[in-house]
DNA sequence: TCTGGGGTCCTAGGACCC
DNA sequence: TCTGGGGTCCTAGGACCC
């Protein structure tokens, strides 16, 4: 049977929410990321009256203020966009029962065979767009294509509130008629050893051999690259990622150098990432701790051990040591990141040693505050060192 | 114009085992 | 008398995506 994928993108999201909840934007250039005179800022998503001016994301937020003053600045409203994020996907899961949900914003539809039930897939996108319009107020942009690869670079080829149909048979065309820089996947570096290897345009990329890409660009990003000049049919929906994680990173506002305020920093990513790993009931045995310096070089350091991670107090101590095995004494810190890597469900069992320490009982009672705060989130319960009388963050925004 | 936070996947080398 | 080969796990760094 022919596939059909649909590639659903929502237009500026977090800008648009703004614009929904507060008429008063409407029609005005909105900016996510922070308020002006907002430190180590970068702009997270900019409206389309905002990108006239030349804001996009990702762009450091002094930039976005310089180039257009006028905007209105949020530093966002996460909980209100999972929100309708989630209103939005529910109404996918009306037209698929194979939705793949990729971000916040986007997500996958395999439409494959869905022709009897809604039309033709121009036809079933449109009564798409219209729906989530109608039920949400949020606008769209979709592609239609025979690959999910195809259906993705076509969602984005026409914004805001764009419809783009690949018919079968057509694709190859279609990855020939892009900017090379347009060909998802291929980023910065990349697209620098490409033109460096003296190709300028898709259709030049387009007649390379296989054996030559793999010969300029190593095996796997050779064979990705022509696999993906041909609309990359080897990706398919059903893949379950193999190596989950959870981290939490801060940049700090000031470089921090005072030990007793890093171990501070330390202790609070400790419990994000503790909570995270509650609430979603997984566990870990490798912890990893990212420093980046004043100079933005970034290192990291991390360590598997044979026994998960346990207690808030275990993952603090764990990365202290991580901390204290790699910083280069002296030397200012602008971010901190932590995170255990390669976590399994705490129901399937653990092969390992088992033994009691006295950090079962501790885990227990940690486990009991946990669930505890999630049945009554407007409990407050923290470590001292973490509250702060003075209302004097750690740096931290 | 000084550069966020949350992820996934890949590479290359070393340790260790059979 | 010049040093196998495959497999697995681990680590540090980097590319890329939203």
Redesign the pocket.
Known sequence: MQKVFFHIDLDAFFASVEQLDHPEYKGKPVIIGGKPGD????V?TASYEARAFGVH??M?L??AC?LCPQAFFLRGNMKRYHELSHQVMQIFSDYSPDVRQ??I??AFLDMTGTERLFGSPEQTAQKIKAQVLEQTGLTVSIGVASTMYVSKIASGYKKPDGLTVIPPGTEEEFMCSLPLDKV????????EHIRSAGIRTTKQLYKQKLNSLVVLF???TGTFLYSAMRGNKDMVFGEE???????????YDFDLTDLYTIESALMQLAETVLW?MHDENVRS??VALKIRYE??T???????QDVPVRTADDLFERSKKLFEKKYERGRGIR?L?L?VDHVESRDTPFQGQLFDDGVTKKSKVEDAIFSLQKKHPELSVRKARLLNPTGQSNGA?
């Open positions: 430190r180590r800022c970068v997270s994301s990702a450091p002094t930039t310089q990729m971000s914003d986007e998802w996947g291929v980023g910065t570096k990349t697209l190593g095996n796997n990622a193999k190596n989950h994680s959870i981290s939490s990173e801060t940049t995270r045995r490798t100079d933005f970034t290192v990291s350091v991390q360590e598997t971010l990141g995170s925004k």
